[in-house]
């Protein structure tokens, strides 16, 4: 999974590329790149989550059932995704340019 600097260089450029020109407030800046951050955390979890077979993530919402810590829900995610991206790299490419087109439309 990309590294939360990494995310935040993509979410930078994606606002510059957005507001070309425009002089956003600092604090409305800050306050759209957590939106942001959000949005696309939400979206790499739910392209990972749909890696997941339906008796995967039958355990999976169990294990939110449970109030599992999220070290334990990114340990189960770990184990029983990422055997099966296969080429990982590709993977996030792919989500990270549909978050893209989707936020330049």
Do not use: C
Not at 2 to 10: Q, V, Y
Not at 32 to 44: D, G, H, V
Not at 73 to 94: C, M, N, R, S, W
Not at 97 to 102: P, S
């Amino acid at each position: 999974m990309p590294t939360n600097l990494t995310l935040d260089t993509f979410i930078d450029k994606l606002l510059d590329e957005k507001h070309a020109g425009v002089s956003i407030p600092a604090e409305n800046r800050e306050q759209m790149k957590q939106e942001m951050m959000t949005a696309l955390n939400k979206m790499i979890s739910l392209k990972m989550l749909e890696q997941l077979s339906p008796i995967e993530l039958q355990e999976f919402q169990g294990l939110e059932d449970k109030n599992a810590t999220d070290d334990q829900l990114q340990a189960y995610i770990t184990d029983h995704v990422g055997p099966k991206i296969k080429e990982k790299d590709v993977f996030f490419a792919q989500i990270l340019n549909e978050f893209k087109n989707l936020y330049l439309g």
